[in-house]
Nanobody
Framework: QVQLVESGGGLVPAGASLRLSCSASGDAFNNYIMGWFRQPPGKEREFIAA????????VYADSVKGRFIIARDNAKNTVWLQMDNMIPEDTAVYSC?????????????????WGQGTQVAVSS
């Protein structure tokens, strides 16, 4: 398995940008599809974005499409989530996750490893 650690969360005003990082260790990073999820206060965890092992394919939730970009660098064992034009509804704990093999999943229960999460808050 791969161990994941997120960083980059914080408090930003609406309209601002933030970039989250997820660093991996353990198993070979390029064996894994990487995803980002978030859990807003009092709500269920939701899928945000995911990227294939080689970085050539990405999928996004409709709520972030056009505002967020997922990218990875296998040489650095890192996946990023660039968040632009943020809105208060983006406030949540953001977690990265790893899925070994197969097509890119949107379901959280398909992911094998999870980071501890990083808090993001967007003020209005």
């Amino acid at each position: 398995q791969v161990q994941l650690v997120e960083s980059g969360g914080g408090l930003v005003p609406a309209g601002a940008s933030l970039r989250l990082s997820c660093s991996a260790s353990g198993d070979a990073f390029n064996n894994y599809i990487m995803g980002w999820f978030r859990q807003p206060p009092g709500k269920e965890r939701e899928f945000i974005a995911a990227i294939s092992w080689h970085g050539g394919s990405t999928v996004y939730a409709d709520s972030v499409k056009g505002r967020f970009i997922i990218a990875r660098d296998n040489a650095k064992n890192t996946v990023w989530l660039q968040m632009d034009n943020m809105i208060p509804e983006d406030t949540a704990v953001y977690s990265c996750a790893a899925h070994h093999n197969g097509p890119i999943p949107r379901r959280a229960d398909k992911y094998d490893s999870w980071g501890q999460g990083t808090q993001v808050a967007v003020s209005s």
